[in-house]
């Protein structure tokens, strides 16, 4: 099992979301940035480390959120995520083609991750 970092990252109201990229494992699905968990490293660590690197933000973790575990085709995740707030940095696009600020009301007009459904649920009923 892998376990990866996922933030649900705020600036005001809105959360930001990334579509990954046609190379990427899952293409095109939007998902909520972050990235595998390095051994010996926090997930709090993992995740403001991994939107630096995929994204160009800095971050501050704040409370998880919820997890799930996600038995895909060729991999089984567990998928932790984690509030996270927007500090500074302008986004870069690496891993992802696309990035948008929405408000949880919007959530569902966008096709997420299958893993990523229940935080997407339990966004939309906040
Ligand atoms: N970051 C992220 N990964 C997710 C989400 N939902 C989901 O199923 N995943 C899956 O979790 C796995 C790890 O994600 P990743 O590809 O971003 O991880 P990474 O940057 O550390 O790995 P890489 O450098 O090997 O690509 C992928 O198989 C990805 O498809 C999500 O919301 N965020």
Redesign the pocket.
């Known amino acids: 099992m ?1 376990d ?4 649900i990252i705020w600036k005001n109201d809105k959360i930001l979301i ?1 579509r ?1 990229s046609k190379n ?3 293409p095109y ?1 939007w ?6 968990i390095e051994s010996g490293e926090s997930a709090e660590k993992a995740l403001e480390r ?1 939107l630096k ?2 994204l160009g933000i800095h971050t501050k973790t704040n409370d998880f959120f919820s997890n799930n575990i ?1 038995q ?1 085709e060729a ?1 089984t ?1 567990n ?1 932790y ?1 984690y509030n996270s707030i927007y500090l500074s940095g302008d986004i870069t696009l690496i ?1 992802h083609d696309q990035v948008e600020w929405v408000s949880t009301s919007k959530l569902l007009d966008y096709d ?5 459904l229940p ?1 997407v649920y339990k966004l939309v009923n906040l």
């Open positions: 892998i990866v970092v996922a933030g990334a990954r990427k494992h899952l699905k998902e909520f940035p972050g990235g595998k991994e690197e995929e996600h895909y991999i995740i998928l995520a891993d997420f991750a299958d893993a990523d935080f």
